[in-house]
């Protein structure tokens, strides 16, 4: 179920075309250090539409969210669990501090959930990355283990998680 979020000046909604994952990866490459080849972007376009979300100010894509299933082993749950994987979430600077990247992550983790049956929800986010972090605990997410050495340049992740 993805809202409308009109009254606030946006809305967040499933990806639609492949002319929009090329203004999600421009986004990408101006907000975020870690960037993806092509066909990484165009697979999770392919198989996970109802979960990849972008945020629209008029006709602008200023957010996406782009998220996976998998299965693998509990970061919150035992044994082996359906899982939701944020893979890159980002907001164009200007857009940011509106909400678009809570209803990007609510609406992600309702469609995983729902749509999909996941049972809980991971990602990894840089340790220094406090905005980002605050977030994620606000949505109830904690942290689970820090990844070593996680990004290119060096720096660690949190792994962080949490029950759908």
């Not at 606030?8 to 909604?13: H, P």
């Not at 894509?61 to 693998?72: H, K």
């Not at 972090?133 to 942290?143: A, D, T």
Request: charged residues 25%; positive net charge.
């Amino acid at each position: 179920m993805v809202a409308n979020m009109e009254t606030v000046g946006y809305v967040v909604r499933p990806i639609a075309s492949e002319a929009e994952l090329k203004k999600v990866i421009e986004i990408n490459m101006v907000t975020l250090p870690e960037h993806y080849p092509y066909f990484f972007w165009y697979e999770h376009f392919e198989l996970w539409k109802d979960i990849f979300l972008v945020a629209l100010v008029g006709e602008n894509i200023v957010g996406y969210n782009m998220c996976r299933i998998e299965y693998g082993l509990g970061h919150v749950r035992r044994g082996i669990v359906k899982q939701g994987h944020v893979v890159s979430i980002a907001v164009l600077p200007e857009f940011r501090r509106r909400g678009i990247a809570t209803a990007l992550m609510v609406n992600a983790m309702n469609a995983m959930k729902d749509k999909h049956g996941a049972g809980e929800v991971y990602l990894e986010v840089r340790v220094s990355n406090e905005p980002a972090i605050r977030l994620y605990e606000k949505l109830g997410f904690r942290k689970v283990k820090i990844l070593k050495k996680y990004y290119l340049d060096g720096e660690d992740a949190y792994l962080m998680a949490r029950e759908l």
